[in-house]
């Protein structure tokens, strides 16, 4: 067996939050006057929360202080954990959540490295609240994707090399993170155009038959 481990990212991987962080970033847009799309949600993809918010103020002619910023995001933080309170274990797939006990069945330890400092509230949504060996995320990190440090700290929370390790992201930083920490890397979507992905994925599946 190549992997000892594997490290899940969660919003793009596991389940999808696209949607309420457009929902929460655009009311924050519309209430300051700053254009917002969702291509340039595509940009936020992986992104942390205050790096999310700089992008979307690159088209604001105001600029704001550290603290009106910390406040901007906070309000945001608020209506995305409201709009959060809709999912539940109905938005695991099963194809996912069959793949993940395929993987835990054959030996391999399970973590998750998100950037989101909301990654324990939708692990508990979805009902994955008590299922991976360890949680590296937005909160026990200082520097945020494409730093690898989120999936150091996860492979040093399952006490394994990263080289025992793969990472599987959606977003291109994502890769960038895991190749600079030592990992191999496992793309899906976006991410599976990254020349540097040991697999290109099609769907999340695939991680059986790689992990065969
Ligand atoms: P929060 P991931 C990332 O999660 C999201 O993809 C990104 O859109 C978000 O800005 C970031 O988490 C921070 O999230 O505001 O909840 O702390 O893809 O790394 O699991
Ligand atoms: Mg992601």
Not at 23 to 40: H, M, N, R
Not at 46 to 53: D, E, H, K, P, T
Not at 75 to 81: A, G, L, Q, S
Not at 125 to 138: E, H, K, N, P, W
Request: glycine share 8%; hydrophobic share 40%; proline share 3%.
């Amino acid at each position: 067996m190549k992997y000892k481990g594997i490290i899940f990212d969660l919003d793009g991987v596991i389940c999808f939050t696209d949607k309420y962080h457009y929902q929460a970033w655009k009311s924050l847009a519309d209430e300051i006057g700053v254009y917002f799309d969702e291509t340039i949600n595509n940009r936020l993809r992986g992104v942390s929360r205050m790096a999310s918010l700089d992008i979307i103020l690159e088209r604001s002619e105001k600029d704001y202080t550290p603290e009106e910023k910390e406040q901007m995001a906070a309000r945001k933080n608020e209506r995305y954990r409201t709009l959060l309170e809709q999912m539940s274990p109905a938005d695991l797939s099963a194809e996912v959540r069959e793949t993940l006990d395929d993987l835990r069945a054959k030996g391999i330890l399970l973590a998750i490295g998100s950037s989101s400092k909301n990654a324990k509230l939708i692990l508990g949504r979805i009902g994955l609240g008590d299922y991976f060996d360890a949680i590296s995320d937005g909160t026990n990190i200082t520097h945020s994707k494409p730093h690898p440090e989120v999936f150091l700290k996860g492979a040093q929370f399952l006490g394994l090399d990263p080289e025992d390790c793969l990472v599987v992201e959606d977003a291109l930083a994502g890769i960038d993170a895991a190749v600079a920490g030592g990992f191999d890397g496992a793309g899906l979507g976006e991410a599976a155009t990254h020349p540097k992905v040991t697999w290109a994925m099609k769907t999340f599946s695939d991680l059986k038959q790689i992990c065969e």
